[in-house]
């Protein structure tokens, strides 16, 4: 079964530098969620997208900004890269449109940034 | 604010033993309670997810108890493989109006199974 797909995997950029992540839903998910997780830490939100329009907003610094594209992919951009934005950066998905709760979620397998 | 607490932060266990994961959330309004186990750099995979009204839940070797009256769960590995060594993730999700929810992560157990 097709999962969430994110791209690149892997991202070395330097400080000042802009840098764009992508995210491919599942098919016919209706619901992208991004988050930001540094080494050892738990994921931290950063924004989510319901049929591509921007549903929640979390701790996303005001350099990102994210948006949702007619195919439902999904791109976090990111500018002025400092050091502190190396993570590993997961996008999820899910299909929310008539369901309460239980829907379940499912995360990419990352994409990872290091800024130098 | 809502927060999701893990216990313990790690713990090594033999393989073939089993072991019991603790969440505690304060998370409001509840919607419903996964778990996630997390390989280092990889993506979490859902075992489990949990509504209101469920107290037990089953997937293979893993199984989630949900105490709404007292906000905790738990995460019990029967028989552990090698394979089980990961972070396993509690995540709490409440709803913040007009359809939509957020999601709250607990830091995780790391486990480590060992020979």
């Known amino acids: 079964a097709a999962g969430v797909i994110q791209s690149p995997r892997h991202l070395i950029k330097e400080k000042r530098e802009t840098a764009t992540l992508k995210c491919y839903p599942i098919?016919?998910?209706?619901?992208v969620y991004w988050y930001q997780q540094g080494p050892g830490q738990d994921p931290q939100f950063l924004i989510s997208f319901y049929e591509k329009m921007q549903s929640d907003k979390g701790s996303i610094p005001d350099r990102f900004s994210a948006q949702q594209f007619s195919d439902y992919h999904s791109e976090l951009n990111m500018s002025s890269l400092e050091l502190g934005d190396s993570a590993l950066y997961f996008c999820?998905?899910?299909?929310?449109?008539?369901?309460?709760?239980?829907?379940?979620?499912?995360f990419g397998e990352g994409s990872w940034l290091t800024v130098v | 604010k809502n927060q999701v607490e893990q216990s313990p932060q790690s713990l090594i266990i033999l393989e073939g033993k089993n072991c019991t994961l603790q969440?505690?959330?304060?998370?409001?309004?509840?919607?419903?309670l996964r778990w996630y186990k997390q390989d280092t750099g990889r993506g979490p995979v859902s075992l489990t997810i949990?509504?209101?009204?469920?107290n037990t839940k089953s997937n293979g070797r893993y199984t989630a108890t949900l105490d709404a009256d007292t906000k905790q769960s738990s995460l019990h590995i029967t028989a552990s493989q090698l394979s089980d060594s990961a972070s396993y993730i509690c995540?709490?999700?409440?709803?913040?109006?007009?359809?939509?929810?957020?999601?709250?992560f607990g830091k995780g157990t790391k486990l480590s199974v060992i020979p």
């Open positions: 098919p016919r998910h209706d619901t």
């Open positions: 999820a998905s899910t299909l929310r449109t008539g369901r309460r709760s239980g829907n379940t979620i499912y």
């Open positions: 995540v709490v999700s409440a709803a913040s109006g007009a359809g939509s929810y957020q999601l709250t």
């Open positions: 949990m509504t209101f009204s469920e």
């Open positions: 969440c505690n959330y304060t998370v409001s309004p509840f919607s419903n």
